[in-house]
């Protein structure tokens, strides 16, 4: 029952990136999207689960938080590595964008949607109804996902082909994820954890990268509002699945 689920979340992930794929005269309305899908992911689902599953604190701050800022900095971290690397060896960025910053961002969304089908397949092993609840929230969020992972992809310079390739990665992901289910599990605090450390690197990329981006050629308010309806779009998602 739930490798059938994440086979539902393949599709809607394809359906996230076709969408992001087909649209190129509005470029910045795919940004601002994207970026408040992201925002709205990070502060509405992925950091209120990692602070619930990971409970233990290191020096009175929650251990989640500190994973969070650690995953926000590692991110910065990477990109400013990445950008110096390539300029070291004399190659142009484009844009201003390194492509494999794009790459990584896009590797760690298909880790994430792994982890998704982990959560599809260990809440079925609950029950039933704990199964239902949460396939409801991967399958409807795994749109954004989709989207996220072309245009993180696209947006730092890549050819469409990767972006494509990336793309499927990630829509199989959850597949894979829950058949693992299977074989093993995976301790909750670890969990959160691991959700409270992607939760600020995805952060990291929705503001210090996209939404800037978004607003660097087209400041216009139809681009706001773009930005502002993604996090609206997640707030329903969750209250929904709850």
Avoid: K
């Amino acid at each position: 029952m739930a490798v059938l689920v994440a086979l539902g979340a393949f599709l809607m992930t394809l359906a996230g990136g076709w969408s992001a794929h087909r649209v190129t005269d509005r470029r910045h309305l795919v940004l601002g999207l994207a970026g408040g899908l992201m925002l709205g992911v990070v502060g509405l689902e992925l950091l209120p689960e990692s602070l619930e599953a990971a409970g233990d604190e290191v020096y009175g701050v929650p251990a989640a938080l500190l994973l969070f800022v650690a995953g926000f900095l590692l991110a910065h971290l990477v990109e400013r590595l990445l950008a110096h690397r390539q300029a070291a060896h004399g190659a142009e960025e484009r844009n201003g964008r390194t492509p494999e910053v794009g790459l990584t961002a896009a590797a760690a969304m298909v880790g994430h949607s792994a982890m998704d089908g982990v959560a599809i397949g260990a809440a079925f092993q609950v029950g039933g109804g704990m199964g239902a609840a949460v396939a409801v929230a991967v399958i409807a969020h795994d749109f954004a996902d989709g989207f996220n992972t072309y245009t993180l992809t696209r947006v730092y310079g890549n050819a469409r082909r990767r972006a494509l390739g990336m793309l499927l990665a990630d829509a199989a992901a959850p597949v894979v994820g829950a058949a693992s289910t299977l074989f093993f599990t995976i301790p909750e605090p670890l969990l959160g954890g691991y959700l409270g450390l992607f939760g600020g690197a995805l952060l990291y990329l929705a503001a210090a990268e996209i939404l800037p981006e978004a607003h660097h050629e087209h400041p216009a308010r139809s681009t706001l509002l773009c930005t502002i309806a993604g996090a609206l779009f997640i707030w329903l998602v969750v209250g929904a699945a709850h």
